[in-house]
Nanobody, 123 residues
Framework: QVQLVESGGGLVQAGGSLRLSCAAS????????MGWFRQAPGKERKFVAA????????TYADSMKGRFTISRDNAKNTVYLQMNSLKPEDTAVYYC????????????????WGRGTQVTVSS
C-alpha cells in the first residue's frame, strides 16, 4: 500500500499560481500511475491530470490544458501539480491519487487517495 499526503494549497488571487505536492510513503511511488482530481462544494470529483509511472506521458482535462502541469520525481516519491493562470472556478479541494495501472482518468480506477488540500482562488 501507499499513503499520500497533499500540500501546497491556499488562497490566491485570480491569475496567480500555486504548486501542489503529493508525498508518497509506504510502497514506492514509481510502481503507480498518479493523478490529481478536484472536488468543488456540492459537485462531483473531477479528473484534473494524470502521469504514467515513468513520467513520460501526461494527460489533462480540457479546461486545465496549457495552465496546469503534472510532474513527478520518483526519487523523492513526490508528484506535483503546477497551476498557473488560476481562475475562481478552480476553487476546490484537490486530491492526489495512485493507481495500480500505468494510467487512468476515472476516479474509480484509482486505488489510493490523499485527504486533499484546499485551493481557493479569489476574483
Amino acid at each position: 500500500q501507499v499513503q499520500l499526503v497533499e500540500s501546497g494549497g491556499g488562497l490566491v488571487q485570480a491569475g496567480g499560481s500555486l504548486r501542489l505536492s503529493c508525498a508518497a510513503s509506504g510502497r514506492t511511488m514509481s510502481t503507480y500511475g498518479m493523478g490529481w482530481f478536484r472536488q468543488a462544494p456540492g459537485k462531483e470529483r473531477k479528473f484534473v491530470a494524470a502521469i504514467t509511472r515513468s513520467g513520460r506521458s501526461t494527460t489533462y482535462a480540457d479546461s486545465m490544458k496549457g495552465r496546469f502541469t503534472i510532474s513527478r520525481d520518483n526519487a523523492k516519491n513526490t508528484v506535483y501539480l503546477q497551476m498557473n493562470s488560476l481562475k475562481p472556478e478552480d476553487t476546490a479541494v484537490y486530491y492526489c491519487a495512485a493507481t495500480d495501472s500505468d494510467y487512468a482518468a476515472r476516479w474509480s480506477d484509482y486505488d489510493y487517495w490523499g485527504r486533499g488540500t484546499q485551493v481557493t482562488v479569489s476574483s
